[in-house]
């Protein structure tokens, strides 16, 4: 069964003090992973796509990178605007031609001033 | 960017009535919309596929008699969840797809999102 685990849970930072968040992912024919930005009470709003291992996207204060097991979300210098739930999702390559994307339950950041 | 919008945006009811939800693509045409929910501190689990004009796709483990799905135009899906009950409590989000639903990621327009309490 395909499995996203994203760790940790939650994380407190200090405003500018980096770190990375991690998706770990277990499937047969990765198709792409994505990367959503989710604030209380709204839909994920699309950050990245990454198709390949070694492939990297950057978007200001973030940037994310992928192997074949796992995906990282490095926040350099956080301000507290980029306080949110931070949701990785993996789609594969089914027989049955379908494209539907497996979530993992999220990271929740929150940057302290 | 595109714009996809929910109404209502939250909604109490009593255990037993029926709730519709709508999902509407506010300035592009979505041939492929989808349905999903969330618990808290859960993961997005994907409901069903929306296509424009057939009948929806469910996911495993998700009634079809109990969620009903309409997408009647290009613009617009429908989910309406019938004689809810406590449990069906949950954040119900949509996405549009400019894609046919091919493909994932930036061609994915998520919905703000529904909150529905069953007292």
């Known amino acids: 069964e395909d499995q996203v685990t994203q760790s940790p849970e939650a994380l407190r930072l200090q405003e500018g003090e980096s770190s990375s968040l991690n998706c770990s992912y277990t499937v047969s024919g990765l198709r792409g992973l994505f990367w959503y930005r989710q604030d209380p009470g709204k839909g994920p709003e699309f950050l990245f796509t990454?198709?390949?291992a070694g492939e990297e996207k950057e978007k200001e204060r973030l940037k994310a990178t992928l192997t074949k097991k796992e995906s990282f979300l490095h926040i350099t210098a956080p301000k507290p605007e980029d306080s949110a739930t931070y949701l990785c999702?993996?789609?594969?390559?089914?027989?049955?031609?379908?494209?539907?994307?497996?979530f993992g339950r999220g990271t929740s950041l929150i940057v302290h001033p | 960017g595109a714009v996809v919008s929910q109404h209502p945006s939250r909604v109490i009811c009593k255990s037993g009535t029926s709730v519709k939800i709508e999902c509407r693509s506010l300035?592009?045409?979505?041939?492929?919309m989808f349905w999903y929910r969330q618990f808290p501190k859960q993961s997005l689990m994907l409901m069903a596929t929306s296509n424009e004009g057939s009948k929806a796709t469910y996911e495993q483990g998700v009634e079809k008699d109990k969620f009903l799905i309409n997408h009647a135009s290009l613009t617009l899906s429908t989910l309406t969840v019938t004689s809810a009950h406590p449990e069906d409590s949950s954040f119900y989000i949509c996405?549009?797809?400019?894609?046919?639903?091919?493909?994932?990621?930036?061609?994915?327009?998520f919905g703000p999102g529904t909150r529905l309490l069953v007292l």
């Open positions: 300035d592009f045409q979505a041939t492929t």
């Open positions: 999702a993996v789609q594969v390559y089914t027989s049955g031609g379908s494209y539907i994307p497996t």
């Open positions: 990454l198709y390949s």
């Open positions: 996405s549009a797809d400019t894609s046919g639903g091919a493909f994932w990621g930036e061609t994915q327009y």
